[in-house]
């Protein structure tokens, strides 16, 4: 049976047939050793032994086997077993009389993402869908992680799997354990001197863990998690459907994103997200996103979605439900928390939500359903031309959550919402954990919170390619959208816009995507060419280009390369587009009660 539920103390005390030992001695060449012991049940004459390919969360083969080298099994005699290859990630031993047996193997881990190992000689990063074998057959036994390292140098350790001793970190080695697989491999832990705070919120411990190349301000990143956990965990009755969870950050150059797990979320940002007051709300918008998955997609989940096949790809149609709706409340928990005033958030949705998804041709090339599905081979194989042939499912899910959002109100007089739809479904996984939700299943619960024709329109954006009618959504609410042209400046004419994204790459001028059907596209001008100079002028870095883009007056001649040959062209400029969502000059009485609905929130400011 699928379960993904624990509490601490049921693993405290526990014995375990399956054992990881883990060694760090190796830490400063990017090595985990791992001694697997395994005791047999009786009359088992082979077992089998897989490693995952992929980490759920993460919809992309990973082929985690490829970091796992020196690989022996032993018998309990300690002479060497023969391994059997039967799967590029899984292998076969012959076991008959045999009542426990071991096996060993190093794991490089040297790539820093919320979805990759990483351990260096400072510290470990320790995340078992990558590094740990399953026995087949046996992952809902309890398994056990005893970790050895040594804790005069690493004297911090934050996880989310739950100690089977009182955790005493001078003692090595430190046993950690999960009631089954599932849970084993989506429970981080990280070991080192990074910094740590804990708080109590909603009846459960919450521990953050902030890994950072300098001291910063730990406390004040706790008592913003601790804002989040009760603004969200207040959408779903007030009460969080865990013992203890973890806000794992990781603060650093070229870091980003996030992954979640019913524990816990790992969550990457730039050192500036927690030195600027600026910078960090978009790193805060990032922990309310994770942590909104503790209730959608880790339990309220697309049938697909649990238990896992970790040897290939497991595709749904949903993800504008896991991903989708996600990002439409990762902002509006950042504003609901007063994290954003109203005016930040109104210029986020029109920026960088609803303008955005105008500047993705793909939209009408692909139902979101579709990319949805085919994320893995889309969204997570992203090409340059991407934009062009789909649209990602998270920017047109959290659109389509808006409108869908602004659609209940308007239905209901502002008596539903979605947070009622969120509700019916928490409740309904409540009945069924097990069980993970059908397409169906959200359709009516829209529905019951508002009517069958919003239920049609809703089944209609996910699986046609029109826009949505955004005047007939807005204006119950007294809202509009506005497009305007880009204004000048006292020094500089207004903003130009050729349709095509630059980059510097070795001290050239890269065209790094260009949009269908805009002025560069229709120039010629394509992913990979070199541009060299604009009107005769020679450019190495986009600032330059964009410089002189916008002092161009509207044709500009593009001297450019592609593949080592010259061509030259023109690109005829428009204006740049500035997108605001706002309210009309004079709203009705409905439509003001409507829009402040929409935006209640329990905080000033
Ligand atoms: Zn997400």
């Known amino acids: 049976m699928y379960r993904i539920e624990q509490r601490d103390d049921e693993l405290s005390g526990t014995t375990a047939a399956i ?38 969360g993460s919809y992309k083969i990973r082929d985690f086997i490829s970091h796992v080298g020196n690989l022996h099994a032993y018998d309990e005699n300690g002479c060497d077993l023969p391994i059997e290859w039967v799967a590029k990630n899984s292998f076969r031993l012959d076991t008959a009389g045999a009542s426990h047996i071991a096996v060993e193997y190093v794991f490089y881990a040297n790539e820093r993402t919320v979805r990759t190992m ?7 990063f320790l995340f078992p869908v990558n590094c740990l074998f399953y026995v087949e057959g046996r992952t809902d036994e309890i398994h056990h992680v005893l970790l050895y390292y040594d804790s005069s140098q690493w004297r911090t350790l934050t996880t ?7 955790l005493d970190t001078a003692t090595m080695p430190v046993i950690l354990g999960a009631l089954n697989y599932d849970i084993l491999a989506d429970s981080p832990t990280e070991i080192g001197n990074h910094q740590s705070a804990t708080f109590y919120a909603c009846g459960a411990r919450h521990d953050v863990a902030l890994i950072a190349p300098v001291p910063l301000n730990v406390e004040w990143l706790a008592a913003r998690c601790r804002t989040i ?9 007030g009460t969080v459907p865990y013992d203890r969870y973890v806000f794992f950050v990781y603060a650093g150059a070229n870091l980003n994103g996030g992954l979640e797990h019913a524990r816990c979320s790992v969550n990457m940002c730039d050192v500036s997200a927690l030195t600027d007051p600026t910078k960090a709300k978009s790193l805060l918008a990032l922990l309310c996103h994770e942590y909104f998955h503790v209730w959608n997609i880790k339990r309220i989940r697309p049938a697909e979605y649990g238990p896992f096949d970790y040897t290939r790809e497991v595709l749904s149609p949903m993800l504008w439900l896991a991903e989708g709706f996600t990002s439409y409340y990762d902002d509006l928990f950042a504003y609901r928390a007063g994290f954003y005033s109203r005016e930040e958030y109104l210029d986020i949705l029109a920026r960088d939500q609803i303008g955005r998804l105008l500047h993705i041709p793909g939209r009408h090339a692909m139902t979101i359903r579709d990319s949805s599905y085919l994320a893995w081979v889309k ?22 959550a808006l409108l869908l959002d602004l659609a209940i109100i308007a239905e209901t007089d502002g008596v539903r919402r979605l947070d009622d739809v969120m509700l019916t479904l ?28 919003v239920r049609d329109q809703f089944w209609q954006w996910l699986t046609q390619v029109d826009d949505p009618d955004m005047v007939a959504i807005l204006s119950p609410l007294g809202l509009e959208f506005v497009t305007d042209s ?23 001028l890269i065209v790094a995507s260009v949009e269908d059907a805009t002025p560069a596209s229709r120039a010629g ?28 007056m509207g044709s500009v001649t593009v001297t450019a390369s592609c593949d080592g040959r010259l061509y030259r062209t023109q690109i005829e400029l428009r204006l740049a587009t500035q997108y605001r969502l706002q309210c009309i000059a004079t709203p009705g009485s409905q439509q003001y009660l409507l829009f402040e609905r929409w935006l209640e929130r329990s905080i000033e400011g």
């Not at 054992?19 to 001694?35: I, K, P, S, T």
């Not at 990483?118 to 470990?124: E, G, M, N, Q, S």
């Open 525 to 552: 001008i394509a992913v990979d060419d070199e541009i060299i100079a604009l009107n005769d002028v020679r450019v190495t870095t986009p600032e330059q280009a964009q410089l002189l883009l916008r002092t161009a």
């Open 19 to 56: 054992r990881y030992h883990c060694w760090f001695d190796r830490a400063a060449e990017h090595l985990l050793r791992v001694r697997m012991e395994i005791d047999l049940q009786p009359n088992a004459d082979n077992i089998r032994l897989t490693l995952p390919s992929w980490a759920p």
């Open 486 to 508: 880009a204004m000048s400046t006292e020094l500089l004419p207004p903003e130009r816009w050729a349709g095509m994204q630059l980059k510097s790459d070795s001290g050239k």
């Open 426 to 453: 928490w409740q309904k996984y409540r009945q069924s954990p097990e069980r993970g939700l059908t397409e169906t299943d959200v359709l009516s619960a829209i529905e019951q919170h508002s009517s069958q024709r």
């Open 160 to 166: 989310a799997l739950s100690p089977v001793q009182p």
């Open 118 to 124: 990483h351990i260096t000689r400072w510290r470990a």
């Open 229 to 237: 956990v009760e603004a969200e965990a207040s959408m779903f009755g």
């Open 379 to 400: 969204l997570y194989a992203q090409s340059p031309d991407g934009q062009n042939r789909f649209p990602s499912y998270y920017l047109k899910g959290g659109v389509l």
